[in-house]
């Protein structure tokens, strides 16, 4: 039997960023001509739900030694395993579960239909969420987190759900999801930003730990000015393209607004952390809506 503390680990946040980037791809996959059953656009939301649990209780349980020393975290773990360690056995084995559940469904998807992207989506997926944290490889502690999870939130996420609604994935949604890639790699460096002394004090590699906090304020505004201008690329034949430079400002604003007002210490960095998450999140509804828009 579960014990029910072990929902404690769940990030409701990181839950609903996973919904939103999964409706992403599904409505841009409907805006460029694809469909599918309710039913099996509610399984391809399981396969993302349970690859974003499994990283939740994977991570959290390989990390206890760096969660002792970090501060709180505004968008992190919760450091449940530092005071009860009791229950690390069990979060490991919710996180092999989550991951199975994720893969089995996706070659159940698969053979109903779907391509056989969406199983190697999937299969990629879990495999950067274990390697991210998992020794002997810690991609986090190698300076090569940032790209595990632009990958992972920018690119696999909304792939399900096109490869789900569409039957493959295609050149359409490799353009599409090119600025999203970039925006994963906003978030990563935004939730470095509070951990910089404890990271280096447990000599945990990461990009703002290389470059500083302050270079890292401007990297998050250069990417996120970049992913904008992408947008503007994009042809006119990808759905709803003409409100998405627009929807993009949002956090081309708070990075400039990080960057111009924002100190380095640790106290104004938790602060551009909440700002510019927040930034990506009201970026993600803004796509969503705009693409609901463009079936209209």
């Not at 939130?153 to 090119?178: E, R």
């Not at 400002?249 to 909440?274: E, I, Y």
Request: net charge neutral.
């Amino acid at each position: 039997m579960v014990d029910l503390r072990l929902l404690k680990v769940i990030r409701p946040h990181i839950v609903a960023g996973g919904l939103l980037g999964y409706l992403a791809g599904v409505l841009f996959s409907m805006n460029m001509g694809g469909g599918g059953s309710w039913a099996m656009l509610a399984a391809g939301y399981l396969v993302v739900l349970f690859m974003d649990l499994s990283t939740h209780y994977n991570n959290d349980y390989y990390d206890v030694e760096i969660d002792r020393m970090a501060p709180s975290k505004p968008f992190g773990s919760v450091n449940m395993f530092i005071e009860r360690p009791e229950l690390r056995g069990s979060a490991l084995l919710m996180a092999a579960g989550a991951s199975a559940l994720s893969l089995i469904i996706a070659l159940a998807l698969t053979t109903m239909g779907s391509s056989w992207h969406l199983l190697a989506v999937a299969a990629l997926f879990n495999t950067l969420g274990w390697l991210y944290s998992a020794p002997p490889v810690r991609l986090h502690s190698r300076r090569l987190g940032e790209a595990t999870i632009a990958v992972g939130t920018g690119f696999c996420i909304p792939a399900v759900g096109y490869a789900v609604s569409k039957g493959g994935l295609d050149g359409a949604f490799t353009l599409f999801s090119a600025p999203l890639v970039l925006y994963g790699f906003v978030l990563s460096l935004c939730l470095q930003m509070p951990d910089l002394e404890s990271d280096q004090a447990l000599c945990k590699l990461t990009l703002v730990g290389l470059i500083g906090r302050r270079r890292s304020y401007y990297l998050v505004l250069l990417s996120s000015v970049a992913a904008s201008l992408l947008y503007l690329t994009l042809p006119p034949s990808t759905g709803a393209v003409e409100a998405m430079p627009v929807v993009s400002l949002a956090p081309v604003v708070s990075g400039l607004l990080g960057a111009l007002l924002l100190g380095d210490n640790q106290v104004h960095a938790r602060l551009f952390t909440r700002i510019n998450v927040s930034a990506l999140f009201l970026l993600l509804v803004g796509l969503d809506l705009v693409l609901l828009l463009g079936l209209m």
